[in-house]
Every structure is written in C-alpha cells, then in structure tokens.
T-cell receptor, first 118, second 109 residues
Framework: GAVVSQHPSWVICKSGTSVKIECRSL??????MFWYRQFPKQSLMLMAT?????????EQGVEKDKFLINHASLTLSTLTVTSAHPEDSSFYIC??????????????FGQGTRLTVV | GQNIDQPTEMTATEGAIVQINCTYQ??????LFWYQQHAGEAPTFLSY??LDGLEEKGRFSSFLSRSKGYSYLLLKELQMKDSASYLC??????????WGAGTKLIIKP
C-alpha cells in the first residue's frame, strides 16, 4: 500500500511554544489530507481537512488560529500547534488520499505524533 | 445526523472466532472500511467493502449489507497479537470518513 510518513513520532515541548508536525505522502500525490487527534481510549476525532493549494476546512470546535494547517504541495501537509498548552497533549495522526480519479479510496495513515506539553 | 455504532469492548479466547458488528446511518455511502489500531499506534487498513457480501482476506473477513446499514468483521484463529481496537468507518457522499468509536478486542489465553 501507499506510504504516508509523519514526523516527528513524538515530541515534548514547553507550554507556550509552537510545534510543527509534518505529513508526507511518499509514493502518491495526496490531493486531500486529514488531521486527527486522539485522546487515550477514544476514537479518532477529525480536526480539519486540507486540499492542496487551498485553505483547510476545520471541524466545529477546532481553533484554526491555534492549529495551523498548510498543504502547499501534493506530498506535504503540516500541522502547527501554536502556543501549546498541556491540554493540547494528545496523539495527532494525519491521513492522505488521492481523490482525483478512480481507484483505491483508502485513507493511508501516518505513524502518528505523540505530543506532550509540559 | 450521521452515526456509526459498534460495541465498546469484546473478549475472546485465543484460537477462537469473533465477530465485531458495525451499524451505520450516514448521508450517502461510498464504502465501509475496517481498521485495526494497537494502543499508541496509528490505524492500519484491514478491509474495504462497497458491494454487499463477504470479502475474505486470510484470517479476516468483512461482510456488508447496504440495505441494513450493517457490517461485521470476522476474525478467525485468534492470536494474542489480535488484541487491539477495531475501527469501523463509512465514507459518505462527500467522501468524508465517518468513524465509529472503535471496539476494543481483548484476547485471553
């Protein structure tokens, strides 16, 4: 299957600092990338959907000024958690799909990033 | 509204068979996915059904009935490593994935 690389796998940062998480599709062009967060023992919660070259669409309750998403190319999307606080500590996961044509519509997931804000 | 229901937790014995059910109500339907997720890891793809019937893939099979809004994931010859959460997700008419809360499967020796 296709490969999505997410970096870093884990990060610890101080409260008030910003953290950038990268999501790359390595062997296909991702027209659409999704960012999720997952708290322990809970399901994936969609934060935002980003289409290459356009602004991300945020889910209700997600602060777009706090969680900055950039999808400047067909192979890279970034999520920046600005002014992170301990409550932002979570598991962040990206997934990518190519929706331009027929074929597999499977969502390929990155490895996830464990963010701990201290 | 859109809704995906699956049991919160199930327990089964090593070597046995377990069936995890998923019912859904969504705006349109473009396929149903099953993912496996081990604690602390991202989900991994198991199966995709878009037509009614059973899809078999090794020890895992997935069934879909679109008229009933129902799917199940069947795991045979259970192994300890199958202990994980199993997520059911439906792709709606906008090609968005609607996720269930996941079923935690506990395998006992």
């Amino acid at each position: 299957g296709a490969v999505v690389s997410q970096h870093p796998s884990w990060v610890i940062c101080k409260s008030g600092t910003s953290v950038k998480i990268e999501c790359r599709s390595l062997d296909f062009q991702a027209t659409t990338m999704f960012w999720y967060r997952q708290f322990p023992k809970q399901s994936l919660m969609l934060m935002a959907t980003s289409n290459e070259g356009s602004k991300a669409t945020y889910e209700q309750g997600v602060e777009k000024d706090k969680f900055l998403i950039n999808h400047a190319s067909l192979t890279l999307s970034t999520l920046t958690v600005t002014s992170a606080h301990p409550e932002d500590s979570s598991f962040y996961i990206c997934s990518a799909r190519d929706l331009r044509g027929p074929g597999d519509t499977e969502a390929f997931f990155g490895q996830g990033t464990r963010l701990t804000v201290v | 509204g859109q809704n995906i229901d699956q049991p919160t937790e199930m327990t089964a014995t090593e070597g046995a068979i377990v069936q995890i059910n998923c019912t859904y109500q969504t705006s349109g339907f473009n396929g149903l996915f099953w993912y496996q997720q081990h604690a602390g890891e991202a989900p991994t793809f198991l199966s995709y059904n878009v037509l009614d019937g059973l899809e078999e893939k090794g020890r895992f099979s997935s069934f879909l009935s679109r008229s009933k809004g129902y799917s199940y994931l069947l795991l045979k010859e259970l192994q300890m490593k199958d202990s994980a959460s199993y997520l059911c997700a439906v792709m709606d008419s906008n090609y968005q994935l609607i996720w269930g809360a996941g079923t935690k499967l506990i395998i006992k020796p």
